[in-house]
Every structure is written in C-alpha cells, then in structure tokens.
C-alpha cells in the first residue's frame, strides 16, 4: 500500500471503498514563530571579516584554531587537513547555534626562515609576505571560514608576546643565564638527552645526533639565553592532566599519554630567547635587543593575540573569547601545545585551552612526504582535479588522529564517485527529475491529497525506519562531532543517504501512477533536505548547491529544521531542467 508518511500528522479519517483506502491527513500544525539562528551553507568564505575576537553582550564565541603555518616552504596537504578539521569544528558549532570564530594564519619568524628567505636570495619580509599569501589563498580555495587570517609580523601580535613576555618577567618566571645543549635547528628548540638517538654514519665515520620526538638532527649549541623556569611548572602541569584527562584536554589519549609521561620524569628550564647576534628575524626581547624571543613563545602567543591580548585591559580580556576551545595540531607539535603553552599560560595566571585535539600525518604510499622524496602532495592541484568539497570528504573520511593515514589522489576521485556521485548527487538528481514535482508533493502532504493503497506493509515499515533515522541524525552526528569524530558523523549521514537509495530503488517512482505519486517524492525530497541540511559543516559547497537546488531557503538551513516536515516551504522550480548537479564533473 502507498499512504502518507506521517510523524506529527493526525490521521483524519480514512475510508474503505472496496479495495482502495483513502487517507486523509489533518493538515500540519506549524509551530508559533521561533527565534532561530540563520545557517547559510556558502562557499564563499569568511578570510576577510577580521575582528579581534572581543565579545560585547553575547555569550563567548566557540573559539577555535588552526596551528599557524611555518612559511618556510609552500603549503601540502598536511596544512589543508589541519584548516578542514578545524573548519568542520567552527561550522558543526555554528550549525548547532553557536557563535563561532576559527582562527588561522603563519608563523613568520625564526631561523628557518631566515635561512629559507636567504637560500632564494629575497629579503625576509618579503619572502614571508609572499608565502603567507600561499597560506591565505589555501585557505580561500578550500572554503575554510577563517574570521581572523593572523600573521606573527602583525603589530597587534608583537604587542601580544611583549605583554606576555614582560607578565611572565613580572611574575618571576624568567631569568637570564647560559645554556648548552642539543639544539635542533630544524624543529628550533633544545632537547634533553633523553630524547636524543645517536647513529653512527658509516659513510662519514661520524656520529650523528637526531631528535627521538621529530628525527631531525641536532648539535651542539652554547649561548646566554633568557629562561622560562619550566621545571617549577611540573606540578602544576599534572595537577590541570590529572583533573582533565576526563574532558579531553588532550585528545587522542594515546596522544596525551606520553605528553604525561615526559612531564612525570622531569622538567628542565626552557631556553626562551636567542642572540640576536645569530638572527635578527624575530620579535626583541622587551628592553634587551640584544636576544631575540624563541619563536615557539612568539607563535603560540598568536592565540592570545587574536582574542584581543595585548590590545585590551585585564578586565575587558576576560570578557573576550579566550580560552580556546579547541586548539587543532599535528602531533609533531604536542610538546609546545601541550607542555609549554599551558605553562606559559598557568605561570601567566592565564585560563588555558579546553581541548588540543592532535591529528597524525598524511603519508605517501606509506611514506612520511618530503621535498627532497619527491612525494609532497600539492593541495591546490588535487582540488583542481577532483573538487574542493571532494577532497574536503576524502579527507575528513579518513580518522588520522590516531595512526597516520596514505593519501591517494585516485582513491579521492575513487571516492569522489562511488559517494558522492552516485550516493549523494544522484539521489538529488532523481528527486529533481523533471518528470516529478516537489512543490506539488509538498502541497499534497499539507492538504491530505488522497492516494491508493499499493505498497505492502515491509515497505512501510522501512519507509518509517528510514525516517526515524533521518529524524535522529543530528543527535547521532552530534555524539560524534562532539568527540572530536568527524569522520563517524559522515558515516552516519551516508547510512542515512545509502537507506534513502535504497527506498528509491524500492519505491521506483518512476513507475508509479502520477496519481499516486507525491508521498513518494515527498519522502525522497525530505531525505535529499534533511541530508544536506546535515552536511552543511562538513561540505558547505555540495550542500549548498543541493539546498539550492531544492529551493531551501537559507532561513530554513540550521539544525533545527533536520527533521521531517520541519521544513514545507520549499520546492519551488525544484524540478526544472539543466539546473546542473551538486557535484561538478572532475578535471579527468
């Protein structure tokens, strides 16, 4: 039999003639006008609405960020998963009714830079100038939805560090002395000797010293430096582990287990300037220009300074949107995340982040990509060829937070067509044939146009499963975004769009009596709104052009109106012709 879905409808009546039963539905009860927050899936994004991050009469903004981008080389794939992961954290929350602010920009200074600038012969600034740029125009091609672009040359920022820097003098945290040890170039930071391995080069007949944490080499190195009393921050650092291993302040724990174990087995005071002798290119130390401050203080201080830090008062900061709610990072970088700036924030008498939610690396055919092996995946090639959104999926379909994932250009568009081509697109193709019509299934439903019974009661009940899932998937997405888990939330939305298939192929309106046709379509156009309405945070581009093509209004986008019948506006010119598809034709 073939009768009206319903989940809030009154059955009427209903009368037998024969064997044909007529259904009549009482017309939807609309709810009283609601204040609702306006969710628009774009694909323009947000890299120029710059504002500092100061909060005026509304609740603080969900506040997160990207590592900011070392511009010693041009952006990979790497810094486009680290951007999407924390773009789907800021859109999941604005999609939920959230103010949201996401944060992403370079870091500028250090010796690698210096050293980088100098091997192509361009002075510094304008080697940072113009790889910035990369970053930024990265950003703007992947549709990332940054509020604030911050570079670690900004004015406002330098500001920022020097407050810093002179609050943790203040406070009796710094001091000044000479320090020897392993210093890492590469990784621009000193290393005890247990975190040292040492390999003899048989071709050399020299012995090597290399980094356990990153594998980069290290030599010996003695200087007058300023220090960060690090070793007296051992307790306090367990003490805020201990009372947040509960609440993830470090997610995966198999990333946050030995961030503990290190700070167990001993603090050593942390080298935190350098001799201005040796670089200039960095922020001074605040009255002693002969020592420059150690980049790590100065770029993780980037946090602070886009919330306002170093620009408002004490009191006017504590209204701003710090802390951080989730700081997104390699785990190449969890010691400075991790270690270092919580307690350069506790000494400070500073609130600290609530999550770094830490992500492993992208390998080529199992191998850790480099210049020098030839295997750096360019990410604004891999776009051109397969699609923003494309690649967005592939990559938050693949959970690399807690082992290393292989990226595959062919496995994207492998992806790309077996998901999002025939699951996705497909299904809104369908139910915007011009053979069907959604405005005249919605305005059917609403007025109980009578329809035969032709359908058996197993189709029934999988119409009803179906949209009882349909009707949870925002909760069922939600346990996962909340666990840092968007590669689970996509699985939900694509158990939900595989069910919807499968009650097209079921239901095969094609073949049905145009009669009786409407609860089909209506059923199918509810699934193709409700999935996109979902997908919004995840792939903002393919979704919008969906609802688009819909004619969802862009009031009617937010999580709110991810239920059946939620929504019964839209429709209009839904099913004309060459209205194009939601996912664009690849490049190859």
């Known amino acids: 039999m073939l009768v009206w879905p319903h989940c809030r409808r009154r059955i009427v009546h209903s009368v037998r003639t024969g064997d044909v039963a007529a259904i009549v539905l009482g017309t939807r009860t609309r709810s009283s006008a609601r204040a609702r927050r306006r969710f628009i899936s774009s694909s323009t994004n947000d890299a120029n609405n710059e504002n500092n991050g100061t909060v005026e009469n509304k609740e603080k903004p969900f506040y997160v960020t990207t590592p900011i981008f070392y511009v010693n080389a041009a952006p990979h794939i790497g810094h486009l998963y680290s951007m999407v992961l924390a773009d789907t954290f800021k859109r999941w929350q604005q999609f939920v009714g959230k103010d949201s602010f996401l944060l992403t920009g370079t870091d500028e200074h250090g010796m690698k830079v210096q050293q980088a600038a100098d091997k192509v012969e361009k002075p510094v600034k304008q080697f940072c100038d113009e790889t910035s740029q990369l970053f930024k125009n990265l950003a703007t091609t992947a549709n990332i939805s940054s509020d604030k672009f911050i570079r670690t040359t900004d004015e406002d920022h330098q500001e920022a560090v020097h407050k810093l820097w002179t609050t943790l003098l203040e406070k009796g945290y710094i001091y000044k002395g000479k320090h020897e040890g392993w210093y890492s170039v590469s990784d621009e930071t000193f290393y005890p000797e247990s975190q040292l391995n040492r390999v003899f080069d048989q071709a050399s007949g020299v012995t090597k010293v290399y980094s356990t944490e990153t594998g980069k080499e290290v030599e010996w190195a003695s200087e007058e430096n300023y220090f960060f009393a690090l070793s007296r921050m051992r307790e306090p650092l367990l003490e805020l582990y201990k009372s947040r291993i509960s609440d993830k302040f470090v997610f995966p724990y198999s990333q946050f287990k030995p961030i503990i174990d290190s700070v167990e087995g001993g603090l050593s005071d942390l080298s935190i300037s350098r001799p201005s002798s040796r670089f200039t290119w960095g922020i001074p130390v605040p009255g002693d220009e002969s020592q420059t401050i150690y980049v790590w203080l100065d770029a993780l201080a980037n946090y602070l300074s886009a919330a306002g830090y170093g620009q408002l008062t004490s009191h006017e900061f504590k209204k701003s949107m710090w802390p951080a709610d989730i700081h ?9 995340h991790c270690i270092y700036w919580p307690a ?7 609130p600290v982040p609530k999550h770094v939610v ?32 494309s690649v967005r999926y592939y990559l938050l379909r693949h959970n690399i937070l807690e082992g290393d994932g ?17 699951k996705y697109s497909n299904l809104v193709s369908r139910t915007c044939s011009k053979s069907f019509s959604i405005e005249l299934a919605l305005s059917h439903a609403l007025k109980g146009y009578p329809v035969a019974h032709t359908r058996q009661d197993k189709f029934l009940a999988f119409q009803s499963d179906l949209i009882a899932e349909a009707n949870n998937l925002v909760d069922n997405a939600a346990k996962h975004m909340n666990n840092f888990n968007p590669t689970g939330a996509l699985s939900e939305i694509w158990g939900v769009l595989k069910k919807a298939n499968q009650y097209v192929d079921y239901a095969t309106p094609w073949n049905t009596a145009p009669s009786n046709i409407s609860p089909t379509i209506f059923v199918m156009a509810e699934m193709c709104r409700i999935v996109s309405i979902v997908l919004q945070p995840f792939l903002p581009t393919y979704s919008g052009k969906a609802l688009d093509k819909l004619s969802v209004s862009s009031d009617h986008r937010s999580a709110e109106y991810a239920k059946f019948e939620a929504d019964m506006t839209y429709g209009k010119d839904a099913n004309l012709p060459n209205r194009g598809h939601v996912v664009e034709r690849s490049s190859r």
């Open 344 to 350: 350069f924030l506790l000494a400070a008498e500073l």
């Open 406 to 422: 292989d990226f595959d250009t062919e496995k994207v568009l492998e992806r790309r067509q077996a998901d999002l081509v025939f």
């Open 358 to 389: 830490v992500h492993s690396h992208w390998l080529m055919n199992g191998a850790k990509m480099s210049k020098s092996g030839g295997n750096i995946v360019d990410p604004n090639a891999v776009m051109a060829i397969a699609g923003v959104d």
């Open 328 to 336: 997104v990072v390699g785990k190449d970088i969890t010691r400075f």
